[in-house]
């Protein structure tokens, strides 16, 4: 016997497949949905199944894009000769809020793991390489590549093969610095974020 | 200028109106739904187009059911003159996990507060009390309800509303228990529990 109507049961087994989404959050979203106005319910179907409309590569950075460009790639204000290389859009949406970045970006597309079967060849770095060596070949200007990788093991070992990679394109290559992030607690700052923090202590 | 295609952000807001969903979840999972192949993006589609497809309320129980009758309602194992009144359909999964209840549930449809609007009309009282003065002029059997509302301010003025519209209908009512329970800390258990499991102790 089933206690619940197919449907509502699909829709919980589909919650339940997103990250972070346990059967008991599913439930509680679809119920929630079944409470919903019409009006709300219909925004939200749309909002689903339009999802993937319209929705491409930029050309330049493989970020999402509407257009065969993406709206920073497009923009004329945007330093082109300096590039931020990043794992994931996510990554694109937190460096832009904090509104101190005037590049334009990379989007990999994930780190290498081996583990979870991600190679160099599944992530867009010959693009970035290719994408450094037109710039290099356009002007004799320079070139400033950030690679702002996540600080963890992946991407770490990703940053390290980009900037092997990098290395016959001649390219100023920076990565982001390491140390204590603000609001921290010194007590609770693991050791290797405490030893890079006194490694690049600044004078005040 | 926008750093994210339209549809993109529609998602997000969209997922961001669901309960307990932040704008980072919200990024997390419209981005996770980008990535999932087409297959698995096609399933999530129909289960969100099709949730509220043949789900309607069940005549007597009002739970969700697919057809006119849900399935407990429809058995005939079910001890009809047992009605364990619930909240929401949340619940009756809850109980039905249990495999310890053997009779049917009424499906309020919340609890009764005056603060997000609910009075009695706005639940299925009416319905319960109907359902119960139907049962009694059917045959001399006894009927129990079991009042099993949420064990809050909301859930305790229900079941006490209720009780006093069953009244007349001289049913045998009941509530859930309360003490303290299984796993729990008598450190770190609120006071009116714990005079709720010294009051209602039991002889072992």
Do not use: W
Request: hydrophobic share 40%.
């Amino acid at each position: 016997m089933r206690i619940l109507p197919k449907s509502i049961e699909k829709m919980i087994a589909e919650f339940s497949r997103l990250p972070g989404i346990g059967s008991k959050t599913a439930s509680r979203l679809t119920f929630y949905l079944l409470k919903v106005s019409p009006v709300q319910f219909g925004q939200f179907v749309e909002a689903v199944s339009g999802l993937k409309n319209n929705v491409q590569q930029c050309r330049q950075c493989c970020n999402m894009a509407e257009a065969e460009l993406c709206d920073i790639c497009k923009d004329s204000k945007r330093d082109k000769r300096l590039i931020c290389v990043v794992e994931d859009p996510l990554d694109v949406m937190a460096l832009e809020q904090t509104k101190s970045f005037t590049g334009t970006y990379h989007v990999l597309g994930g780190a290498i793991s081996p583990i979870d079967g991600v190679g160099p060849e599944q992530l867009k770095i010959a693009e970035l390489v290719e994408r450094v060596n037109a710039l290099r070949k356009d002007s004799s200007e320079s070139v400033e590549i950030i690679l702002a990788t996540n600080p963890s093991l992946e991407g770490d070992a990703t940053a390290m093969y980009i900037a092997r990679e990098l290395k016959p394109a001649q390219a100023k290559i920076t990565k982001l610095a390491r140390g204590i992030p603000v609001g921290g607690d010194l007590e609770y700052t693991d050791e290797q974020t405490l030893t890079d923090a006194i490694k690049n202590r600044k004078e005040i």
